[in-house]
């Protein structure tokens, strides 16, 4: 931006209902709907499973505890990319753009329109093409969230609502309808763990990844804090109620499940939200589920337009993208070129249908910036101290230093199991680099 050039600023419309639904949809998506079936076929027993979402919930409210205080110190647009270059280096932060744009928002946006289209196909029985159906609807929640961020936090919070309603009849349903438990058949056996064993170490270790990536996702309602009404109280009360408001439906679901199907029936359903609800209402209950799959991908899909773009205006407002991606619509205040890039590349990704292989490069990049992140804290209270802060983490630097250990275990577990995947995730973020001093030699002369 030109010294001394007046730009329209972000207005701030969004409220803690809005902050709060922007963080349960960040988090859920489809992977609750599926991801059980994951973690019950790496550990076997109820009480492993279930011990591994409630671990999953504690390490997902500690980030909720470290990211509301970033957030709180600093209510900036660009969530993590601010606070990383603050603490670090813009290089640094400019990789945990670079790579957001190209290969995680972009990736999984391509991945989840994909999912929401083949429910549709099912539930409407069209016969278009999935891709087609995927294009369509992320050009219309890009064209949406052009219109303002009002009307974009509107369609997310509405959305998430309905996410929460399909949820909640699945474990009422399942509790309601489904009279024999399995839970109870099971007591005996499946609640005796293996005393001892290594390998029961490594496998609830590994049970933790698909849990963690299933909690992962509250740190980008932090991307939109310049748009949220006092952002330093709100932000990180929506962050907490909503990481909470999360990790309760979780347990939940779970909990249903198991004592639908049971420990061998959950590891043997790929889809067990659909099988409890057939278990529970026959097919009209699959039906229904499938329904709410459907609108949660949605949503996750309108929450991920919504918040990204704003780390590329970010980015571009530091001379470290296209100049026009700093730009904000006189009259909607949005980023309108940068939500549309994001779109328009999501769509390319959709399209070239290549975006489970590159999301499988990104398992680890994601974790390294999750600590990454939380190590800021420490630099921030070295520099600031504590004193007038409105939010501190409880337990730090314990708490803060466990957060970080975990994502370290996960992205060194990733390199272990996937270690192809991972240099190539790696290499992705390490190609920003040249892109990093051609920006900085182009704007920054």
């Given at each position: 931006?030109?010294?001394?050039?007046?730009?329209?600023?972000?207005a701030r419309r969004l409220g803690l209902f809005d902050a709060t639904m922007l963080v349960m949809g960040g988090i859920?998506?489809?992977?609750?709907?599926?991801?059980?079936?994951?973690?019950?076929?790496?550990?076997?027993?109820?009480?492993?499973?279930?011990?591994?979402?409630?671990?999953?919930?504690?390490?997902?409210?500690?980030?909720?505890?470290?990211?509301?205080?970033?957030?709180?110190?600093?209510?900036?647009?660009?969530?993590?990319?601010?606070?990383?270059?603050?603490?670090?280096?813009?290089?640094?932060?400019?990789?945990?753009?670079?790579?957001?744009?190209?290969?995680?928002?972009?990736?999984?946006?391509?991945?989840?329109?994909?999912?929401?289209?083949?429910?549709?196909?099912?539930?409407?029985?069209?016969?278009?093409?999935?891709?087609?159906?995927?294009?369509?609807?992320?050009?219309?929640?890009?064209?949406?969230?052009?219109?303002?961020?009002?009307?974009?936090?509107?369609?997310?919070?509405?959305?998430?609502?309905?996410?929460?309603?399909?949820?909640?009849?699945?474990?009422?349903?399942?509790?309601?309808?489904?009279?024999?438990?399995?839970?109870?058949?099971?007591?005996?056996s499946a609640f005796s763990v293996p005393t001892g064993s290594f390998d029961l170490l490594t496998a609830f270790g590994?049970?933790?990844?698909?849990?963690?990536?299933?909690?992962?996702?509250?740190?980008?309602?932090?991307?939109?804090?310049?748009?949220?009404?006092?952002?330093?109280?709100?932000?990180?009360?929506?962050?907490?109620?909503?990481?909470?408001?999360?990790?309760?439906?979780?347990?939940?679901?779970?909990?249903?499940?198991?004592?639908?199907?049971?420990?061998?029936?959950?590891?043997?359903?790929?889809?067990?939200?659909?099988?409890?609800?057939?278990?529970?209402?026959?097919?009209?209950?699959?039906?229904?589920?499938?329904?709410?799959?459907?609108?949660?991908?949605?949503?996750?899909?309108?929450?991920?337009?919504?918040?990204?773009?704003?780390?590329y205006y970010a980015m571009a407002q530091d001379g470290l993208f296209f100049k026009g991606v700093a730009k904000l619509?006189?009259?909607?205040?949005?980023?309108?070129?940068?939500?549309?890039?994001?779109?328009?590349?999501?769509?390319?990704?959709?399209?070239?249908?290549?975006?489970?292989?590159?999301?499988?490069?990104?398992?680890?990049?994601?974790?390294?910036?999750?600590?990454?992140?939380?190590?800021?804290?420490?630099?921030?209270?070295?520099?600031?101290?504590?004193?007038?802060?409105?939010?501190?983490?409880?337990?730090?630097?314990?708490?803060?230093?466990?957060?970080?250990?975990?994502?370290?275990?996960?992205?060194?577990?990733?390199?272990?199991?996937?270690?192809?995947?991972?240099?190539?995730?790696?290499?992705?973020?390490?190609?920003?680099?040249?892109?990093?001093?051609?920006?900085?030699?182009?704007?920054?002369?």
């Open positions: 931006m030109e010294p001394g050039k007046q730009q329209p600023q972000f859920v998506g489809s992977g609750i709907f599926i991801n059980p079936h994951v973690v019950a076929t790496i550990v076997d027993t109820p009480l492993l499973i279930l011990g591994a979402w409630a671990f999953g919930g504690l390490i997902a409210l500690s980030g909720a505890f470290i990211y509301a205080e970033l957030s709180a110190r600093r209510p900036e647009v660009g969530g993590q990319y601010a606070y990383i270059r603050e603490a670090y280096h813009p290089l640094i932060a400019f990789l945990f753009g670079w790579g957001l744009f190209l290969v995680s928002t972009s990736g999984g946006l391509a991945a989840v329109a994909v999912t929401f289209a083949r429910y549709f196909i099912e539930l409407t029985g069209s016969t278009l093409p999935d891709w087609s159906i995927a294009v369509t609807t992320l050009a219309l929640l890009t064209v949406l969230n052009c219109f303002g961020v009002r009307t974009g936090g509107t369609v997310q919070s509405s959305l998430m609502v309905m996410k929460i309603a399909a949820i909640a009849f699945l474990v009422i349903s399942g509790f309601l309808l489904v009279s024999d438990s399995k839970l109870s058949t099971e007591q005996t590994a049970a933790m990844v698909p849990v963690m990536f299933a909690f992962g996702g509250w740190q980008t309602s932090c991307f939109i804090a310049g748009e949220i009404k006092e952002p330093a109280k709100n932000l990180p009360r929506g962050l907490l109620i909503g990481v909470v408001g999360v990790v309760l439906l979780y347990f939940s679901v779970n909990w249903v499940s198991l004592r639908a199907l049971g420990a061998e029936g959950l590891a043997n359903s790929p889809a067990p939200a659909s099988e409890v609800m057939r278990v529970a209402l026959g097919e009209k209950g699959a039906m229904i589920i499938a329904l709410g799959i459907a609108i949660s991908t949605l949503g996750f899909l309108s929450q991920g337009i919504l918040t990204a773009p704003r780390v619509h006189p009259k909607t205040r949005v980023p309108i070129i940068a939500i549309i890039l994001q779109g328009a590349f999501a769509i390319l990704v959709a399209l070239s249908g290549t975006y489970e292989q590159i999301l499988s490069y990104v398992v680890s990049d994601d974790f390294i910036f999750f600590g990454l992140s939380a190590s800021c804290i420490f630099f921030f209270r070295k520099k600031e101290g504590t004193a007038g802060q409105s939010f501190l983490v409880p337990g730090h630097p314990y708490t803060t230093g466990a957060f970080i250990l975990v994502c370290i275990f996960i992205v060194v577990n990733t390199i272990y199991k996937y270690p192809v995947n991972t240099l190539i995730g790696i290499g992705i973020l390490l190609t920003g680099v040249p892109v990093y001093y051609y920006w900085k030699r182009k704007y920054q002369q």
